[in-house]
């Protein structure tokens, strides 16, 4: 990285983490990577914070993410080196001493109805992808393939009146096919990786990928190592085929990424992974595989920028 670069990461589990693992933001946990410390000694910019319930049982779905919600507000109040970027404004003042948290909804779950949009979206909820890996009333996830729902249809639509992203991660290929075609802002795949690398459920096919950057989108390389290789020792040099076929088939402005740290226990990462800071190691790794430095800074933040530098223009 240069001293110029942006580090965006599109995917990281800040507020399961805490809550699943019963510890606080403060704490240094062996197996996992997220904490106050280790954020602000990386040198991330803005990191799409997600708000991940669907560990949680079905009734408890809307009071985990408020519970969520409420955890990053208590962040913002209590360190100022972390802020809310919800609207172009904040965007456009972004402060590398700073840290600017972006609301990511991974599963719909917690929208019990469509009017509920409006609640979260007062929140602070920018991106929704629709499912995780299972079936819900909006669409089909992975596990299980099958076409968009109606309500899924209408969600999709009031996100597009409120000027909410649509993360097209963890849905199945039906379910992906119509979602793509309902959004109508720049479509984003927060963290997924290639089928044709690696053949994995969660990963896109070749023909997902060119729908996404067709649209102006961009997709998030995932670090997780089920999602790299079949290799019991994943190394970061394993992203390289994935970078590099994301490169060919959609070109140098439609690739970003997106770690989802703190998703999985750290052992579940690439060995040279174990801190966000970590994350300059990749740009190295690119560097030294000969991928162009103006790539290498399109990659790290400049893509994804692009794209919230959109759709959030013209929103509160």
């Known amino acids: 990285m240069n001293k110029n670069s942006i580090l965006v990461d599109c995917h990281q589990d800040i507020a399961y983490s805490v809550r699943a693992n019963r510890r606080l933001f403060e704490e240094n946990i062996e197996n996992l990577m997220i904490s106050y410390e280790s954020l602000?000694?990386?040198?991330?910019?803005?990191?799409?914070?997600?708000?991940?319930?669907?560990?949680?049982?079905?009734?408890?779905?809307?009071?985990?993410?408020?519970?969520?919600?409420?955890?990053?507000?208590?962040?913002?109040?209590?360190?100022?080196?972390?802020?809310?970027?919800?609207?172009?404004?904040?965007?456009?003042?972004?402060?590398?001493?700073?840290?600017?948290?972006y609301f990511l909804m991974e599963g719909a779950e917690p929208i019990k109805k469509i009017k509920d949009l409006n609640i979260f979206y007062e929140k602070g909820v920018r991106t929704i992808g629709l499912t995780w890996n299972d079936e819900n009333k909006y669409a089909f996830g992975v596990s299980k393939d099958g076409p968009l729902k109606e309500e899924g249809i209408k969600l999709i639509n009031k996100m597009n009146d409120l000027g909410i992203s649509l993360d097209l991660s963890h849905l199945s290929e039906n379910s992906f096919k119509r979602a793509i075609k309902e959004t109508k802002l720049i479509p984003i795949a927060t963290h997924s990786n290639c089928k044709k690398i690696r053949r994995h459920e969660r990963n896109l096919s070749n023909k997902q990928l060119k729908n996404i950057s067709d649209l102006g989108g961009v997709i998030g390389i995932v670090l997780y190592n089920r999602f790299i290789s079949s290799k019991k020792n994943v190394s970061i040099s394993d992203i390289l085929p994935h970078f590099k076929?994301?490169?060919?088939?959609?070109?140098?402005?439609?690739?970003?990424?997106?770690?989802?740290?703190?998703?999985?226990?750290?052992?579940?990462?690439?060995n040279e992974i174990r801190k966000p800071s970590d994350f300059e190691k990749i740009s190295d790794m690119l560097k030294k595989n000969k991928i162009k430095s103006k790539i290498i800074d399109k990659f790290l933040g400049q893509n994804i920028l692009r794209v919230l530098d959109e759709n959030l223009k013209d929103k509160k």
């Open 40 to 101: 602000v000694n990386s040198k991330i910019n803005i990191i799409f914070s997600t708000i991940f319930v669907s560990h949680r049982r079905k009734d408890s779905h809307y009071d985990e993410a408020i519970k969520q919600i409420k955890l990053y507000e208590s962040i913002f109040k209590k360190y100022k080196n972390f802020y809310h970027l919800k609207n172009f404004k904040s965007l456009k003042k972004i402060n590398k001493k700073r840290i600017g948290l």
């Open 245 to 270: 076929n994301i490169l060919n088939i959609c070109g140098e402005d439609h690739i970003s990424l997106g770690s989802d740290i703190d998703g999985a226990p750290i052992k579940d990462f690439p």
